[in-house]
């Protein structure tokens, strides 16, 4: 069998594939954020024993011999470990907007496009630049105890292999040269950073490939680093072609486009992902909150997940004038621009307005998001979507209502099969990657409504304006 292991940021998941892609089993386990004042951190001991606990479930579950195992994870954030690759301080999560300050200093002077120009990356507070200049800046004993500040999957390969590495994909936000696939040290100078150079991990062009030393693995499986979980989904999803996009409907509602052009203009948002594929880059545009601002809101209703499919079609597209710009993260919006105080607004409501209303307009909310992000990726091809939004045939119905376009929905663990193709390029297994990332819908557009929501996206652009002016005042 084949193993493909997703550190996700609420969930640790392993899933086994037999050759033909066939999904067999999944194991997860959950593990906590510990949110408070802006600060977002996760237990990298409480990780990566979720690791271990899932694939030792997986491989007793599932008979037979693991042939190579692929590893997938959250990115950017930062994971400080020493030589072990054992934690010197909790990890501070993608999600963590402490450093917003450093982002609203860099987007002021410059320093924030001077690297985009450079690196394809537009800058947040969660990832690896400004966490670290603030780490520098209010906790240097940490980053003097640390080995290495690296990312997520890179901090459970250490600790699986003993091989110290991160990939081209993790690494490209922000350091990363994308033409010479090396770390841009101007980029480091740049944010302050030079004398904390050595603590950026080798890059592996690429991904490092190693051998299971014996926890949650058979001792000596063949296992790769890498990619991280937004290139690993495109793999998945068999987006692989210039011009095709995949949709994540996960946490981070993420949009990735595949390109050859290498074009570092425009706004400076998003991010240029590189592949192993040298000259082929993934457009992205992650977006901050994606399936959590649905969460939310069904939470505050007391709205069960199982209720959302009847509410959708409980009220009309609309919402009956509900609106919701769906920004609710701690640290802003990242793509397909960067606004750190931007937060989510809720409009149109009134005592005659429902719960299916407010669940309704939320997923609207989403919806024009992801097309504001596809659009801004450059998508002109087919459209796969994944993740967990994709369990709701109402909200996929809504979808692709809202972006105008058929729908390849792909189910299942999509990063963990991506994992295994991308370890199974590393190591030379031949697989038929048609088979393994054939979509189990096609969810086309209504033309009506398809008009309708165009029209309502114009006006959610016209209130994203505003609300973007009030959050820098």
Known sequence: MYVGIDVGTSMVKAAAFDDTGRELAVQARPVDLTLRDGFVEQDMEEVYGAVVAVLSALTAAVPGPVQLAGLTGQGDGVWLVDGEGRPVRAAASWMDGRAHELVDQWLADGTFEAVFRRTGSAM??????????WLDRYEPAALDSATTALYCKDMVFQRLTGVRATDVSDASMPFLDPRTRTYDNRVVELLGLAHRRGLLAPVSDPSATGRARGEGLPAGTPIANGPYDLPSCALGAGVTAPGDGLLIVGTCL???????????????????????????WLRAMPAMVGTAALDWVLSTTGVHHDEVDALLAATPPGANGVRVLPYFAPSGERAPFVEPRLRAELT????????????????EGIGYAARHCLEAAGLTGSLAVCGGGTRSPAWMRLLADVLGRP???VEGEVGARGAV???AARHGVALDTAAWTQPTAI??????????????????????????RRARH
């Open 407 to 409: 729908l390849r929905v």
């Open 254 to 280: 993420a949009s990735l486009v595949g390109t050859t052009d290498l074009d570092l203009t425009g706004e400076p948002a998003g991010l240029h992902i590189s592949t192993d594929r040298a000259g082929y």
């Open 124 to 133: 947040f507070p969660g990832c690896p630049g400004p966490l670290l200049a």
């Open 421 to 423: 193709l991308a370890a």
């Open 443 to 468: 969810v086309t557009p209504d033309p009506a409504r398809a008009a309708y929501y165009a029209k309502a996206y114009e006006d959610h652009l016209a209130h994203l304006a505003e609300a973007r």
């Open 348 to 363: 149109g409501v009134c005592l005659e307005s429902t719960r299916a209303d407010l669940v309704r307009a939320t997923c």
